[in-house]
């Protein structure tokens, strides 16, 4: 569950109250740009080189918007007024969420163009455009709440919440560029990174199954027959039907606490 910022109050004086006070009530000028880094940095790793626990989950619990400029609320549009929207921007290397003059005529799902440098990206006021160049509209989430289909999650690149559609890893759903990748307790539609790319076998990271291709997740080497990698990504199973998975490998959960409706999806690896 992500939570990026509290609901703004009636007035401008709880919304400065809101922000911390380090960061005030600005509006953004000169907004910057921002790019993450490869997603196999040896930062995911642990210190022993293992790259978590055995299972970590997809995504994250939650976030600390203490280093989030808020002047707006961009699920409700607070204090924006006519011919503005509240949207998510970078500013100077980091998120910010600030009003700007346009409302847009894309709505959630269609194809837009990325501009998180001013915000003025053609979608429709309650969204942003998300994904590498080209992307697609996202809804606005302060928190699971505000998403009627899905969960609310921060996209791989800029760290953006934005609400994701659930999915089936036997029956991906998800439209234009986006994948049904593992999250903390379910799957949902969301970006892949650019080295998301692995087949059955080949070496990953746990934080994120980054290194695996949609229709994979990524599990400790130790428990992956073959792999001489900290980890290794390895193909979904059926926990629901007859076990798939080949000796010594057997069916075993892929979430360790699943979302009502995700119980049944298991992954091919030897349990612990």
């Given at each position: 569950m992500v939570t990026p910022m509290?609901?703004?109050?009636s007035s401008w004086a709880?919304?400065?109250?809101?922000?911390?006070?380090?960061?005030g009530c600005q509006r953004l000028d000169d907004p910057g740009s921002d790019s993450n880094d490869s997603a196999f940095e040896?930062?995911?790793?642990?210190?022993d080189g293992s790259?978590?626990?055995?299972?970590?989950?997809?995504?994250?619990?939650?976030?600390?918007?203490g280093g989030v400029e808020i002047d707006c609320d961009a699920v409700t549009n607070v204090p924006c007024t006519d011919g503005e929207k509240c949207t998510a921007v970078i500013d100077g290397g980091s998120l910010a969420y600030t009003c700007v003059g346009e409302t847009g005529t894309q709505g959630v799902g269609q194809d837009c163009t990325v501009s998180l440098d001013d915000g003025l990206d053609g979608c429709v006021t309650g969204t942003v455009c998300l994904g590498d160049d080209a992307g697609s509209c996202r809804a606005h989430c302060n928190g699971d709440a505000d998403c009627t289909?899905?969960?609310?999650?921060?996209?791989?690149?800029?760290?953006?919440?934005?609400?994701?559609?659930?999915?089936?890893?036997?029956?991906?759903?998800?439209?234009?560029?986006?994948?049904?990748?593992?999250?903390?307790?379910?799957?949902?539609?969301?970006?892949?990174?650019?080295?998301?790319?692995?087949?059955?076998g080949d070496p990953c990271l746990l934080e994120g199954d980054a290194g695996c291709a949609e229709g994979l997740m990524c599990v400790s080497g130790a428990l992956v027959p073959d792999c001489a990698s900290a980890g290794c990504c390895v193909t979904f199973c059926d926990l629901s039907g007859p076990d798939t998975?080949?000796?010594?490998?057997?069916?075993?959960?892929a979430l360790e606490a699943p979302a009502p409706g995700f119980e049944s999806i298991g992954a091919c690896f030897v349990p612990a």
């Open positions: 509290r609901a703004l109050g709880c919304l400065c109250l809101a922000a911390s006070a380090t960061l040896t930062d995911f790793l642990d210190d790259g978590g626990p055995l299972l970590e989950s997809g995504g994250e619990e939650g976030s600390d918007d289909d899905g969960t609310c999650v921060e996209d791989p690149l800029r760290d953006v919440p934005h609400c994701a559609n659930d999915c089936s890893p036997f029956e991906p759903s998800c439209t234009g560029t986006l994948q049904c990748r593992r999250q903390v307790e379910r799957f949902s539609c969301v970006d892949a990174q650019e080295g998301d790319v692995g087949g059955a998975c080949s000796s010594p490998s057997t069916c075993t959960a």
